[in-house]
């Protein structure tokens, strides 16, 4: 009986594809992937990034290509697909983790005040650049939208596979000053859950993971004080309503996407996975 329950975790031979695979978070669940057997395609727009995870994977033994690709232009991604169809025959499983913010899309304060909207004050809502906000929505949504399109039609072919996207605990309930970042992951959620249901009579799940902070360098060097390595007070916030009292690593992420690209969660598809310490669930 536990031999059946862990050979269900069993990703060996599959062939996966992630975008954003040269970044942290994507970057260790694709070198966990290539340890445990899985061919692993690591798309990102900086290829020399994409290289370095696909080398640390080939160290130890596995599988691995990098490929530059700007999940925005729908002819890189066809691309990438027909070169992985070549190589490897199929894509089983895929991760579209490509996304980021952008100042431009986000507020600095909290709460707008009456003076806020005037010249040379603060970044308000009035302020929001058009395409800052624009950006941020194309590239963690639409990003998204067009990975999945171009990569799941071998899905279809075949009769299975499984789709795992990147939201965020912001799609649960929006963090304040990141106003495109929050919109564009919550309709990351919401694609999610549509996508399963159209999906669900041709063998293929989707899911989603939510992350929480995770102390990542882009992260440490908006929340850690570059000179004394103290919190900000914007960190300080983040602990204080994280239950279990830290920033997330990358391979807290790891267990729960590999339960949801592998048949131990056959039975599961349109749910979204709050990996954040209890950020989520914590009130007061």
Known sequence: MAASVLDAFSLEEKVAVITGGGGALCGAI?????????????????LEKAEITAARIEKTGGYAIAMACNVLNADELESCHEMIIKKWGSV????????????????????????????????????????????????????????????????????????????SMSALTPLTKVAAYSAAKAAVSNFTQWLAVHFSQVGIRVNAIAPGFFMTEQLRFLHVDQETGELSERAQKVIAHTPLGRYGEPEDLLGAVIWLLSDASKFVTGVVVPIDGGFSAYTI
């Open 92 to 167: 089983d499983l895929l991760i579209p983790g490509a996304g980021g913010n952008d100042p431009r899309g986000s507020t600095d304060q909290d709460f707008l005040t009456v003076n806020e909207h005037l010249p040379g004050k603060t970044q308000g809502f009035f302020d929001l650049d058009l395409a800052g906000f624009r950006h941020v929505f194309d590239l963690n949504f639409l990003g998204t939208f067009l990975t999945i399109k171009t990569f799941s039609k071998s899905m279809v072919s075949q009769g299975q596979g499984s789709i795992v996207n990147i939201s």
């Open 30 to 46: 694709a070198v966990a992937l290539g340890s445990i057997g899985t061919k692993v395609a690591i798309l990102d727009l900086n």
